[in-house]
């Protein structure tokens, strides 16, 4: 049996350069963290202050006697008192995010939201050692499901 975890509690601002998403209709272009409006305003990335807990527990069994490891576990991301410092709404020193602009546009909350998520996991691993290893393999597939029944807005489906 092996058992990972990785469990956070973050207080912390961060710099992020934007989700590289393009938003059409002519107004506002969102492409690897730049904001462009149609006026000459270019933002290169956005300061975030936030709160961030994680909680991502998982166990796996070996299958006999076979290198081959079947897992299941828990994710779960939440992410709160999210603070735009770099957004400004203040009609005629208006200064829109790649944040703020693509939740507003799909719906989602600028201030807060969360993932909730089972994890499958197949791992082959022949290494003879995990930490420092000489000689020996290691591959691994899994599945990581955000269903609606776990609290989540819309279901989403992770591989890797």
Known sequence: MFISGDWRYLIFSQPTYG????LEGGILIINSGWLVLKRPWILY????NLTCKNFNQSVSF???????????????DSFTKIKDEKLRLTPGDTLLTS??????????NTGKYFSSALNL???YDTRDNM???YKGMFATIS???GLKILGNKSATNFTS
């Not at 989700?19 to 393009?22: A, D, H, T």
């Not at 990335?45 to 975030?48: G, Q, R, Y």
């Not at 299958?63 to 994710?75: A, K, L, Q, T």
Request: hydrophobic letters at 40%; charged letters at 10%; zero cysteines.
């Open 19 to 22: 989700l590289g998403n393009f």
């Open 45 to 48: 990335h956005s300061l975030w």
């Open 62 to 76: 070996e299958i006999r006697d076979s290198y081959i490891f079947f897992g299941v576990g828990y994710n779960f």
């Open 99 to 108: 944040h703020y602009v693509y939740n507003s546009y799909y719906g989602f």
């Open 121 to 123: 996991s197949l791992v």
């Open 131 to 133: 930490i420092n290893p």
């Open 143 to 145: 599945w990581r499901g």
